[in-house]
């Protein structure tokens, strides 16, 4: 398979090889992966689908839908870590392809009390990113199906 030059569209592409971090879920317009840096334990990405750079070139549904894709990833996040206190940050300085970091935050952590970089790059290898990203899967499918439910 032919490799792009953005590096997350790759991922999208390459999500069940090592070559890509592992995927814990698709949603509505997003793919949801965990995070190679994991400095900040349990760090992911939500990665949107197709490629666009920011915001403003997604059209609007497509972008409502994503933030109830954001929405259900900070469900996730505060189900697995609720000890956490919730970092989300959509900046695009380097990879210009639309995505949030979504990052759990711990008393003690790099940069306590500020913004989480620049911090060291911590590498828990592949293994033990795959088995958390397989935890996070079967409860990202209860939380979207708890989302789908009628109230
Ligand atoms: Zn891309």
Redesign the pocket.
């Known amino acids: 398979m032919p490799s ?1 030059p ?1 590096t ?2 790759n991922w999208g592409r390459l999500h069940a090889s090592p070559e890509s971090p592992p995927l814990v879920g698709s949603l509505l317009v997003s793919r949801l992966f965990m995070y190679p840096d994991q400095s900040y334990y349990g760090r992911m990405a939500l990665v949107c689908s197709r ?1 666009v750079e920011d915001v403003l070139t997604l059209p609007q549904p497509d972008y409502r839908a994503m933030c109830d894709d954001l929405h259900i990833a900070a469900q996730l996040m505060s189900a697995l870590f609720p000890e956490s206190r919730l970092n989300l940050a959509q900046l695009g300085n380097r990879e210009a ?1 639309l995505h949030w970091h979504i990052i759990p935050r711990r008393s003690g952590d790099y940069n306590e009390g500020a913004a989480p970089w620049p911090h060291p790059v911590v590498d828990i290898g592949y293994e033990r990113l795959r088995a958390l990203a397989e935890q996070a899967s079967r409860l990202l499918e209860q939380i979207a199906n708890r989302n789908r439910s009628p109230l």
């Open positions: 792009s953005c997350l569209c490629h392809h």
